[in-house]
């Protein structure tokens, strides 16, 4: 009967993996719900379609990383109708803070 470790199950790279909570639910139609708990590794390169946590001047977000394959600019995508997608350019000021590798929420 060994005891269960999740950190030993879910965080891959300790020294780069952290903690949030989620504030909102501009991501529920992907199943991250309010006061959710995400483990986000910042190694991890985001890539199109990446759900990351970011930082728009100075506020942060969690976000769809979206490439336009039309005119290959990005942009950040709630995946929920009722919010906007934001386009990243140079006007504001953006950091990738991390790459969301799983989701922790109650069943109640």
Do not use: C
Request: proline letters at 2%; hydrophobic letters at 35%.
């Amino acid at each position: 009967d060994e005891k269960l470790d999740l950190n030993g199950y879910l965080i891959k790279n300790k020294e780069s993996s952290f903690f949030v909570r989620v504030s909102g639910d501009s991501m529920i139609n992907v199943g991250i719900f309010n006061d959710d708990i995400l483990i986000v590794d910042k190694s991890l390169s985001p890539g199109s379609q990446s759900i990351v946590v970011a930082s728009i001047d100075g506020e942060l977000i969690i976000k769809r990383l979206v490439q336009d394959r039309f005119n290959k600019n990005y942009y950040l995508k709630s995946e929920n109708n009722n919010y906007p997608n934001i386009k990243l350019n140079s006007n504001t000021d953006t950091i990738i803070w991390g790459v969301v590798t799983y989701v922790i929420h109650s069943l109640k």
